[in-house]
C-alpha cells in the first residue's frame, strides 16, 4: 500500500490549526484528533470553555483497505458529527473526500492532500525510463551543489 495523502482544513470554529496534514501508509495506519498533547494531531480552541468540550483523544481516523475510516471517541453525545449528522462512539464510519467533520464546534473538511515535491519527483521519475534519467542527473546537480542538504 502507498502512502495515502489527506488534509483536513478547519472551515468553522475558533480552533487551531487550520490545516491538519494526514499521511496514513503501512507503518502508521491510524491518527487521532483531540485536545491532548498524545494526539496524534493536536486541536486547539482559543475558547477555553468550548476546549475543554473537545475529548483529550475526540476522533480516530484510520486507514483499512484504501479506505478512510471515521471513528468518534468521545462520550459526549451531539460532539462529533459528519456531515451534520451526530456520530456515536463506537460507530465507524467510511469517509469521502468533501465529507465534514465537527468536533464540538471545530469543522474541518476532508480533502486530497498535495503529498509532497520529493514524492512528486519520485512518482515522475518512475514513468519511464527517460524521466528517470533526467531526475536522476538534476538530482546529482543539486547534490553536489549543496551535499549538506543530501
Not at 15 to 22: G, V
Not at 39 to 64: C, G, L, P, Y
Not at 74 to 102: A, C, M, V, Y
Request: proline share 2%; net charge positive.
Amino acid at each position: 500500500m502507498n502512502s495515502c495523502f489527506y488534509q483536513l482544513r478547519c472551515i468553522g470554529g475558533d480552533y487551531r490549526p487550520t490545516l491538519i496534514k494526514l499521511k496514513l501508509n503501512t507503518a502508521l495506519k491510524k491518527v487521532t484528533l483531540g485536545r491532548s498533547q498524545k494526539a496524534t494531531h493536536q486541536v486547539k480552541s482559543f475558547n477555553k470553555k468550548m476546549h475543554s468540550k473537545m475529548s483529550r483523544t475526540h476522533v480516530e481516523i484510520t486507514i483499512d483497505d484504501d479506505k478512510l475510516v471515521l471513528q468518534s471517541l468521545s462520550r459526549h453525545s451531539n460532539s462529533t458529527l459528519l456531515n451534520n449528522k451526530p456520530i456515536f462512539s463506537g460507530k465507524k464510519f467510511e469517509l469521502q473526500i468533501g465529507d465534514k467533520i465537527t468536533m464540538v464546534q471545530a469543522t474541518y473538511i476532508l480533502e486530497k492532500g498535495k503529498g509532497t515535491i520529493g514524492k512528486k519527483i519520485i512518482n515522475s521519475a518512475n514513468q519511464d525510463e527517460v524521466n528517470k534519467k533526467k531526475i536522476s542527473k538534476i538530482i546529482i546537480k543539486i547534490v553536489e551543489k549543496n551535499p549538506e542538504k543530501a
